[in-house]
C-alpha cells in the first residue's frame, strides 16, 4: 500500500472540498430555481385569488343591491302592462271604472280598438302622440265621461290615468265650459286613451 504524504493528502482534501462547494452550489441553484417557480405559482395564484375575491364582492354587492331594489324592478315591470294581463277588456274597465270612482267621475262607455299604430285627432286639444317602442301594441280606448262635470274631478281623473303604473296615456281630449251649471262644471267630449302592451 501506498502512504499518503501530507501533500497528497491536502490535495485530496482540497479537492473534496471544491467538490462539495460545486456540489452545494448546483444543490442551492437547484432549490432556488424550484423555490422561485413555486414562489411565482403561488403569486399567480394569490393574484387570481384576490380577482376572485374582488368579483364575489362585488356580485354580493350587486345581488343586496338587486333585493332591497325589487320594488323598484317590480315597478318596471308594470310600467307596461302585460297583454296577457290585460287580456281581458274586463280588468281595463275594472281599471277605468276604480279611477273614475275615486276621482268623483261618472263612465257612460268605453269602446276598444287594438292597434299597433296612434292616430291624432283634431279636437280642440289634441296631444301629440309618442312613437311607439318596438314591441309594444297600442290599445286605443274611447272613454265617454257622464257631461258636466266637475272640472277639479277630472283634472283628478286625468292625473290618476296619467300617474298609474300601467302606461295609459291621453292622446284626444275636448272639454268646454258648461253654461247650464256653475262656473266649475265642463263638458267634455270622449276621451281618446292610448295603452300601451307588450
Same mark, same amino acid.
Given at each position: 500500500?501506498?502512504?499518503?504524504?501530507?501533500?497528497?493528502?491536502? /490535495?485530496?482534501?482540497?479537492?473534496?472540498?471544491?467538490?462539495?462547494?460545486?456540489?452545494?452550489?448546483?444543490?442551492?441553484?437547484?432549490?432556488?430555481?424550484?423555490?422561485?417557480?413555486?414562489?411565482?405559482?403561488?403569486?399567480?395564484?394569490?393574484?387570481?385569488?384576490?380577482?376572485?375575491?374582488?368579483?364575489?364582492?362585488?356580485?354580493?354587492?350587486?345581488?343586496?343591491?338587486?333585493?332591497?331594489?325589487?320594488?323598484?324592478?317590480?315597478?318596471?315591470? /308594470?310600467?307596461?302592462?302585460?297583454?296577457?294581463?290585460?287580456?281581458?277588456?274586463?280588468?281595463?274597465?275594472?281599471?277605468?271604472?276604480?279611477?273614475?270612482?275615486?276621482?268623483?267621475?261618472?263612465?257612460?262607455?268605453?269602446?276598444?280598438?287594438?292597434?299597433?299604430?296612434?292616430?291624432?285627432?283634431?279636437?280642440?286639444?289634441?296631444?301629440?302622440?309618442?312613437?311607439?317602442?318596438?314591441?309594444?301594441?297600442?290599445?286605443?280606448?274611447?272613454?265617454?265621461?257622464?257631461?258636466?262635470?266637475?272640472?277639479?274631478?277630472?283634472?283628478?281623473?286625468?292625473?290618476?290615468?296619467?300617474?298609474?303604473?300601467?302606461?295609459?296615456?291621453?292622446?284626444?281630449?275636448?272639454?268646454?265650459?258648461?253654461?247650464?251649471?256653475?262656473?266649475?262644471?265642463?263638458?267634455?267630449?270622449?276621451?281618446?286613451?292610448?295603452?300601451?302592451?307588450?
Amino acid at each position: 500500500m501506498k502512504k499518503i504524504n501530507s501533500i497528497t493528502l491536502r /490535495n485530496i482534501l482540497i479537492g473534496a472540498l471544491l467538490l462539495s462547494l460545486v456540489i452545494t452550489g448546483g444543490v442551492f441553484y437547484f432549490a432556488y430555481c424550484h423555490i422561485n417557480q413555486y414562489a411565482q405559482t403561488v403569486s399567480n395564484l394569490n393574484t387570481k385569488a384576490n380577482d376572485s375575491d374582488d368579483s364575489l364582492e362585488n356580485l354580493q354587492k350587486l345581488s343586496n343591491l338587486l333585493d332591497k331594489q325589487k320594488n323598484v324592478l317590480k315597478k318596471s315591470e /308594470n310600467i307596461v302592462a302585460s297583454s296577457q294581463d290585460y287580456n281581458y277588456q274586463n280588468e281595463i274597465i275594472s281599471d277605468l271604472s276604480n279611477y273614475a270612482v275615486k276621482t268623483g267621475v261618472s263612465l257612460s262607455q268605453i269602446n276598444f280598438t287594438s292597434d299597433t299604430s296612434l292616430t291624432t285627432g283634431n279636437t280642440s286639444l289634441a296631444i301629440t302622440n309618442a312613437p311607439i317602442v318596438a314591441g309594444l301594441k297600442t290599445v286605443t280606448i274611447s272613454l265617454t265621461l257622464s257631461s258636466p262635470l266637475p272640472y277639479v274631478n277630472l283634472l283628478h281623473f286625468i292625473k290618476a290615468l296619467e300617474n298609474n303604473l300601467t302606461a295609459m296615456q291621453i292622446s284626444e281630449i275636448s272639454i268646454s265650459h258648461d253654461s247650464t251649471m256653475n262656473s266649475s262644471y265642463v263638458s267634455i267630449q270622449p276621451l281618446t286613451i292610448n295603452m300601451y302592451t307588450r
